[in-house]
Nanobody
């Protein structure tokens, strides 16, 4: 069993910053990648940022230059630093972990954390 737990969401004014954190625990053999998706009601969940084992990163165009993803491989944690937040960043943010566990290679998801950008 693998557990994924997010923290750090909340309410922030436009132009502000938030930091999301995610920790993976349980029967993990190795992690391929960790990342963040987001979803608003009525829309599909979209990839925000992902970081692979080697450190390579990928971002959705709308957050490039504003968000930074980083990872502590020793602790199985990933952080999303979000700066210059905009109202359109409002969503539930989900952490996902692509990892080998006792069930083989799978993607595990957290329950999500709400980010609201509003004045």
């Amino acid at each position: 069993q693998v557990q994924v737990l997010e923290s750090g969401g909340g309410l922030v004014q436009p132009g502000g910053s938030l930091r999301l954190s995610c920790a993976a625990s349980g029967r993990i053999s190795s992690i391929n990648s960790m990342g963040w998706h987001r979803q608003v009601p009525g829309k599909q969940r979209e990839l925000v940022a992902v970081i692979a084992t080697g450190g390579s990163t990928r971002y959705v165009d709308s957050v490039k230059g504003r968000f930074t993803i980083s990872r502590d491989a020793a602790k199985n944690t990933v952080t999303l630093q979000m700066n210059s937040l905009k109202p359109e960043d409002t969503a539930v943010y989900y952490c996902n972990v692509n990892a080998y566990s006792d069930i083989g290679l799978a993607t595990f998801w957290g329950r999500g954390t709400q980010v609201t950008v509003s004045s």
